[in-house]
């Protein structure tokens, strides 16, 4: 019983750990534009190289 | 030379980069049309490099390309200002692009490493319209990078270093909101979680203690962490014996921690720290609803951000250019066309024709000669000058407006104004305080063993957490739907403000009155010939002066004319231009360069928006185009004048506002030649008789009378305009809407105050068992969190409901 719970609170700091380290590295700062790069089409470039 | 092969002239073709129409020749490469050759060459250089995607992701994607100069990026200092990181040869440098605007701009700009190899790899981000750059430094200067971008279409904007900082410091800001955000409900959750056994009335035994002291330990951080914001400033407006909403609210967050912890340790209880942090998370999220920011504009721009950046300077004989910030006294400068004078000088060689409108608002041009003295902000127009600097940048007469008290003081809004939540908040805790002492004092005398519990359950339930979260909320949305209509309001302060205004004060020049979109007069003494008329074309169409566009533009539309060879043509700055055809000299210029009679003018004092003809010995007569104004500001004067008082402040001289006075009541409601510092006393003077006054202007001379009203609403053509510091930001063309937009404002509010009286209705409920000494921990639990989403959904529905309304009258608008 015990163990679970402390399991389930280390589990719940995991998460805000990586919560802090996502906001640390930047990972919020720019929420548009990886969504926008995804759709964009690499082929041709490929074609080149 | 021009092109004679022009067949396209009616028939509207679009050029395949920047979607334009194609006004005069068109230019045809890979069975393409383009308006000018920079449009071409983009695409030339984008096919070359097999970045033809680009054309694919958004139909006319580009913009026309810009030959601006960069160079002057090489001088060290903006080196030092724009480079954040250097390592191993690799740079990184920044680089604001405001004309990025879709999918298109993003393939291009991130691919830029493939038309430029020494750029190593670039990263766009696009809320922002940042592009960051990496870059090796011995291969390429900052200077070509730039010009590189902007040959592209999309030209640098150079922050000044304060507003660098500015931004820095609002991205920290945001970063570190959003940690104590995510950490409140952190601890929220668990503690919810926590305290479940107690929710179902389950005998816990030991575990009961331990999930106590887990709570407590998730409290605190919640109350002293994320909660912080609330201590520090409660004890800054506590020193300035100011009661705000925030001290109750941080009242009833510490006393009923307090209670928890003393509750876990005396084993008597298992607290509210659930229903505490919660509350925090809830509070937390309206403050992070409420800061939406619009990073590609900024509403903090002082003077500098007007004036150029660098300067040519003559040292030792030889021109060179140097930052603005080396200006001092005694130093010669060159000015050229269109330049702008940076601080107070004398000239020393040239001719001026000075344009001070976007200073003093005055739309009349000032000639100068050699000796006269000359203010910083004026525009210079005519041949290349030479002037001495008499007084330091922030000393001449026009930054002088900037030592005013109301620029010098950050809290000028803010502090001295009392908003509704402050308002309601100040009687709130003292109704809210005397209740508590009553409740225990009645329960001291008659029940001692419960007096503690129910002062506590008062000052807990009490909270007026409901204004805290309603606010933000219904405001933040408020901003989110002006934003929709291009109107970009600074912060929910300024919003609220807007709710309460009374008077409306209207700058004219630019703001009333425009330029553009006017169709121009023709006064002339006899008809021109068609082969006159395609030669006055064939030269204003050459001309880079404004007044000449509008004019080809205006032959364009309304004569059918054509592009013709002219034996010579020549540009006389300041002058007008000049060219021979059919053995004849053509003028087209200023009344002094063609000659005519200075008695006709006397009739048209704006003298400087007509443009005189004359071919040959004779002098034909001149075009004139009036300051008309903007489309639709009748209707909305009227519209104003039901609600509020309206006035008309001006720089120019009353005989240019025409027909406009008629929709001010009488002549106490317009001024005119008004100097900057004029128009700040003005509006100074109405509020010193309680008036809560708006302030609707463009330029510089408008940046007082801004900063002093209570809301200054600054009106730009496009929102990259320069715009003076101000707390929103309109987009011309809406500017006929701001009745709708007062009537969202106060629309907001009063869905504020609603839910408002029915969180008095909740606390009501909550405090008759509190009262009474027996608010269990469970209905303070569902209280809370009810009263709280409540709330929320209140402000959400109510604004995004009216949102939409104007949405789709916003479409009629436009329909119509």
Known sequence: ?49 | MVELENPLIDTQTTCFHCGEICQDVVIKYEAKDFCCHGCEQVYQLLSDNSLGDYYTCDINPGKAPSKQNFDFLNHPHFRDQLISFSAKGISKVHFHLPAIHCRSCLYLLENLSRIEPSIVKSNLNFGKKELTLWFTEDKIDLGSIAGLLARLGYEPLIDSREEQGQQKQRISQQNQLFLKLGIAGFCAGNAMLFSFPEYLGIEAGNLKSLFGYINIVLGSIAVFYSGSDYFSNVWSHLKIRKLTIELPILLGILVGYLRSVYEVFSHTGAGYIDSVSGLLFFLLIGKWFQQKSFDFLSFERNYKAYFPLVISKFIQGKEQTCPLEEIEVGDHLIIRNQEIIPADAILCRGTSQMDYSFVTGESEYISLEPGNSMYAGGRHQGELIEIEIKKALNQSHLTQLWEQQAFKDPNHKTENWENFANKVGMYFTIILLNLAAVVGIYWFQHDPSKWQNAVVSVLVIACPCALAISYPFALGHGIRWMAKFNFFVKDIQAFERMSQVDTIVFDKTGTLTLHQDTKPTLQLVRDLSQSELNTIYTMVNQSTHPLSRQFAKYLREDFEVKSVDIESMQEIPGKGIESKSHGKIFQIGHARFTGHALVQQQDFIRSESQMFIRIGEERIGFIEFPWQNRAGVEYMLHALQANYEVYLLSGDKKNHAGTLLDWFPNENHYRFECSPMDKMEFIQNLQKKGKQVAMVGDGLNDAGALKQAQVGIAVSEDHLHFTPSCDAILQGKQLVQLPTFFKFAKFGLRLIKMSFVLSVVYNLFGLSYAIQGNLSPLIAAILMPVNSLSMLLIANVGMNWRGNRLKSYFKQAKGD
Not at chain 1, 14 to 20: C, P, R, S
Not at chain 1, 22 to 45: V, W
């Open chain 1, 1 to 49: 019983m015990y163990v679970m719970i402390g399991l389930s609170l280390l589990m719940a700091v995991g998460f805000l750990i990586a919560f802090v380290w996502s906001i640390r590295s930047g990972q919020q700062d720019d929420l548009i534009t990886p969504g926008m790069r995804i759709l964009l089409e690499e082929k041709e470039y490929k074609n080149n190289k």
